[in-house]
C-alpha cells in the first residue's frame, strides 16, 4: 500500500509533466513546429557559448561556440544533436601533400588526388589530432586556403558538403527552408533553311569551224612587288582575358560579404562569373569562376533564412499571446514532490525582464514546457539565479498565487543543482 505522502508525491509530478504544452521562447512546440519535421529548415540558438561540435556527441572536440540569437541551417538530427552547415567563421583541414597553390591567385589551391581527406577545424585542437572527417575532394577540386599552412596542412574554408553538429536541447526551431524560384532557361532562336533559286545552265554553241582562230599573242608578264609584312599585334589569349576578369569579381565578393546580409547583392558578379565558367576556353578562370558561385550559393542561403525569421517575428508573437491563455485553463497550481518543491532547467523570462523584485526566471520541464516563473524570498536575494541557467535545479520554497499572470510563481528559498547544464 502507498501511504498518503507516496501518494500526493505522484500526483505532484504528473501535474507537473502535463501542466502547460508550450514555452514563453520561440521554442518548437511554440514556434508551431510540425510532429514530422522536414528538412533542410531554420534554427535559433536559444543559449549563449553553445558548443558546435565535430560530431553528434560530446565524444567530438568542439569547433566553434554559437549565442542567441544566432541561426543555423539544420540537415539532418540523431542522437539528440542537429547537423547544421557550418556557421561563418568556420574551417578545415586538408593536408598540404594533396594540394597546389596557383601562383597567379595565392588564395586558391587546386586538389591534386583522388578522394583526399577534409577535417573539422579547431583552434584548440592540432591539425594532426583533428580526427573528425568533413568531407572528400578529388582531383581539380578548388579549396581556397586562410593563410600559410600550418605543419603539413593548409587551413581552408569548409568545402560544400561538410557540415558541424550542436545539441538540439539549445535549438528552437522557425520555421523551413524558402524554395527558391526555378529560372525557365531561354530556347535557343531555331534558323529555317532557306531555298536556293535554281537557275538553268545556258545553253552550249557550236563553233564556226568556217573561220580561222585568232592566234593567241602572249602578254609579258607583270615583275610581281614584294610587300612588307605587317605587323601582327600580340593577341592575348582567352584564357589570360578571363582570369583578369575573375580577379576583378573576386574582389567585389569580398566587398559584398562584409557588408550586412541584407545590403548584399550579387546579382551582377553571378551574372560575370557564369560567363566565364560557361566559356570552355576560360581554363582554370572557368574552375575559379565555379568555385566562388558555389560559395556565393552558401552566402545568399544564409540571407534567405534571416529574411525567413524577420518575416515569422509577428506570427511568433501572437501565438505566444494564445499560448499564455489557454494555460489559464491548464494550470492551477504546483504541489510540492519531496524535498523540492518544483524541479526543471532554469531559463530567463523575456517578459519580466525588470531589475529587482520585478525579474523572474522560468522553469521548464524536460522538453521546454513552462512550469511556472520563480523569484527568489527575501531571504534568497544573495543567490546568483544567473549561475544556473540552463542547469537542472530544484527549488525549496512556496508557491504563490499571482493576479498579474497564469503561470504559478514559486519564491525559493534555496537552489540544489541535479544536472549541469551541457556546452
Request: hydrophobic share 40%; proline share 8%; glycine share 6%.
Amino acid at each position: 500500500m502507498l501511504s498518503n505522502k507516496n501518494i500526493f508525491v505522484v500526483i505532484g509530478f504528473v501535474l507537473i509533466a502535463t501542466v502547460c504544452f508550450a514555452e514563453e521562447t520561440a521554442r518548437p512546440a511554440a514556434s508551431g513546429k510540425p510532429a514530422l519535421v522536414s528538412f533542410p529548415h531554420i534554427a535559433q540558438v536559444n543559449a549563449g557559448n553553445v558548443y558546435v561540435r565535430s560530431g553528434a556527441g560530446k565524444a567530438f572536440y568542439f569547433c566553434t561556440k554559437l549565442s542567441a540569437p544566432a541561426k543555423v541551417l539544420v540537415v539532418d538530427q540523431k542522437y539528440g544533436y542537429s547537423k547544421i552547415v557550418p556557421p561563418k567563421g568556420s574551417y578545415s583541414w586538408i593536408s598540404m601533400n594533396y594540394v597546389k597553390i596557383d601562383a597567379a591567385n595565392p588564395g586558391v589551391g587546386i586538389v591534386t588526388g583522388d578522394s583526399v581527406r577534409v577535417y573539422a577545424g579547431a583552434d584548440h585542437v592540432a591539425p594532426r589530432n583533428s580526427t573528425s572527417q568533413q568531407a572528400k575532394l578529388n582531383d581539380g577540386d578548388i579549396v581556397k586556403t586562410i593563410g600559410p599552412a600550418v605543419g603539413d596542412y593548409y587551413k581552408i574554408e569548409s568545402p560544400v558538403g561538410s557540415y558541424l553538429w550542436i545539441s538540439s536541447q539549445f535549438l528552437d526551431y522557425i520555421g523551413p527552408l524558402p524554395r527558391r524560384k526555378p529560372v525557365q532557361p531561354s530556347l535557343p532562336a531555331v534558323k529555317i533553311p532557306t531555298r536556293q533559286k535554281v537557275v538553268p545552265a545556258p545553253a552550249k554553241t557550236v563553233p564556226d569551224v568556217s573561220k580561222p582562230a585568232p592566234v593567241a599573242v602572249p602578254k609579258p608578264r607583270p615583275v610581281p612587288v614584294v610587300k612588307p609584312k605587317p605587323v601582327v599585334p600580340k593577341v592575348v589569349s582567352v584564357e589570360v582575358k578571363s582570369l583578369a576578369e575573375y580577379h576583378k569579381l573576386a574582389s567585389k565578393i569580398d566587398v559584398e560579404i562584409a557588408k550586412p546580409l541584407e545590403k548584399q547583392n550579387f546579382a551582377s558578379i553571378k551574372k560575370g562569373l557564369a560567363k566565364i565558367a560557361k566559356d570552355k576556353a576560360s581554363g582554370k578562370a572557368g574552375r575559379y569562376s565555379e568555385y566562388q558561385l558555389d560559395r556565393i550559393d552558401r552566402f545568399e542561403l544564409a540571407r534567405s533564412a534571416g529574411d525567413e525569421v524577420i518575416g515569422q517575428d509577428k506570427e511568433l508573437a501572437r501565438l505566444r499571446k494564445l499560448i499564455r491563455q489557454r494555460h489559464d485553463a491548464k494550470i492551477a497550481k504546483i504541489r510540492e514532490p519531496g524535498k523540492f518543491i518544483v524541479t526543471g532547467f532554469v531559463r530567463k523570462s523575456h517578459v519580466y525582464t525588470s531589475a529587482g523584485s520585478e525579474r523572474r526566471y522560468l522553469i521548464v520541464d524536460d522538453f521546454g514546457k513552462i512550469i511556472c516563473y520563480a523569484v527568489p524570498a527575501d531571504s534568497a536575494l544573495g543567490i546568483n539565479v544567473d549561475k544556473y541557467l540552463n542547469s537542472k535545479v530544484g527549488l525549496e520554497g512556496r508557491v504563490i498565487k499571482d493576479d498579474r499572470s497564469p503561470v504559478s510563481l514559486v519564491k525559493f528559498t534555496a537552489v540544489g543543482v541535479i544536472a549541469k547544464a551541457e556546452k
